[in-house]
């Protein structure tokens, strides 16, 4: 559904902004770019089992679908179909 899908990106954008900014801050201090890596890489891992499998807090507002309608009349065969003519220009 399309609010499981925006709930998905919003987790997603938020938790690699947040490790983001954590990797920034813990690479700053420690003076290892190294770090700073590590944090938004364990962040991206993060957001992807959180926001990648289909868990059940995406799927609360499933899509209507219409019903199936049945064929009233019988398909025509491709040969029974008379081809299409273009006008002469």
Request: net charge neutral.
């Given at each position: 559904d399309y609010?499981?899908?925006?709930?998905?990106?919003?987790?997603?954008?938020?938790?690699?902004?947040?490790?983001a900014?954590?990797?920034?801050?813990?690479?700053?201090?420690?003076?290892q770019f190294g770090w700073t890596v590590y944090v938004v890489m364990a962040g991206f891992a993060l957001s992807c089992l959180l926001t990648l499998p289909p868990w059940p807090m995406y799927r609360r507002n499933p899509l209507r679908w219409l019903p199936v309608q049945e064929a009233g009349t019988e398909e025509k065969k491709p040969a029974d179909r008379k081809p299409k003519r273009h006008p002469k220009s």
């Open positions: 609010k499981g899908q925006k709930l998905a990106e919003q987790i997603f954008q938020g938790i690699i902004l947040v490790s900014i954590i990797g920034f801050v813990c690479g700053y201090i420690t003076e």
